[in-house]
């Protein structure tokens, strides 16, 4: 999807940007590529900087009532410092790194309902104006693809996916918001844990594991659900047993929800058959959403996420709210 537009700071005559990015995915601290490509308008002008700003739609649940907004969470510069001559055409390629924490936007092709973006920002003679955006598509890593897979073998489902703004306390996230990934349990597992919420927060040298379970109705008030962390390696893929790994974990997490159901302490527990390097509980620091959320709803069998995938809202759906999302925020851009 790319947005074509003309300079509007500038007014009739300007240049225009039309931003292409590389086809494909990209993947989680991984390279985007792509071209920032102007043409020139009816004068010569200084083209100070080209940046580009990740932007994501994010839901905001701290207040009374829950709110959604754009929130631009990387900004690179990639160019400027030249002058841009009448109605000449120049493409400024760029290659920049995504955060390590950057949202999965889709699985095996199919589409989580997770909206990015990658805004284009070009300053004219000390005049800026947002003239492209794009739509961002992100893929797994390794190893989550892994453990997404695994609880697909387990017999769990996809239900949806959201952003929350906000920080899970006791982990190092970097970014001002997390994804949640909720999976329906498999009715071996529907006895213990309603629905399972999956958040990764990668780094270049592992990734945490946030896991919670669904709590409605359970004894915990103030807005603070108990989460249960896993830290594993982007190495060694192949050489793990990802389903008896996660089940391991799943098991650790029934357990902590049968001591709250107790009333006794919550405690850390010993990591599962000594692969991983550390595990604990925390909480929330912001709100929690324990309703549906944003995405498609995608009902999976129990072969994997891989398999048997099925649109609970249909692909146009999801291309609405991608088109709300850009028609929003240029919208925003005009009030400016």
Do not use: C
């Amino acid at each position: 999807m790319v947005f074509k537009r003309l300079l509007g700071s500038l007014g009739v005559g300007g240049p225009t940007v039309d931003t292409v990015l590389t086809t494909g995915a990209a993947a989680p601290g991984g390279p985007l590529s792509g071209q920032v490509r102007l043409k020139g308008g009816s004068a010569g002008f200084d083209i100070d900087h080209i940046a580009l700003e990740l932007v994501a739609r994010v839901e905001d649940e701290r207040g009374d009532e829950e709110a959604e907004g754009v929130v631009a969470f990387e900004r690179f510069t990639v160019g400027g410092g030249f002058r841009l001559g009448e109605g000449e055409q120049l493409s400024v390629p760029f290659t920049v790194t995504l955060p390590w924490e950057t949202p999965i936007t889709e699985l095996y092709g199919q589409s989580l309902g997770i909206v990015l973006g990658v805004r284009t920002e070009v300053s004219v003679a000390g005049a800026k104006d947002k003239g492209d955006l794009d739509r961002l598509a992100v893929g797994p890593l390794p190893v989550q693809e892994a453990i997404l897979e695994a609880f697909g073998q387990l017999g769990f489902g996809f239900g949806s996916a959201d952003l929350e703004y906000g920080r899970i306390g006791g982990t190092g996230q970097q970014l001002p918001f997390y994804q949640e990934i909720e999976l329906t349990p498999s009715p071996q597992y529907a006895h213990t844990v309603n629905e399972i919420e999956v958040t990764f927060l990668a780094t270049a040298g592992g990734m945490e594991v946030v896991l919670e379970a669904d709590r409605r109705g359970g004894p915990l008030s103030g807005g603070h659900d108990a989460l249960t962390r896993f830290t594993v390696a982007h190495d060694g893929i192949h050489h793990q047993d990802w389903q008896a790994l996660v089940d391991g974990w799943l098991r650790q997490l029934a357990e902590h929800r049968s001591a709250y159901a107790e009333g006794s302490a919550y405690g850390h527990g010993d990591p599962y058959a000594g692969h991983l390097a550390h595990h604990e509980d925390h909480h929330h620091d912001g709100g929690h959403r324990s309703g549906p959320g944003l995405g498609t709803a995608v009902a999976v069998g129990a072969a994997g996420l891989a398999v048997g995938v099925v649109g609970g809202m249909v692909a146009a759906e999801v291309v609405d709210e991608v088109g709300d999302f850009f028609e929003d925020d240029e919208d925003e851009d005009g009030d400016d």
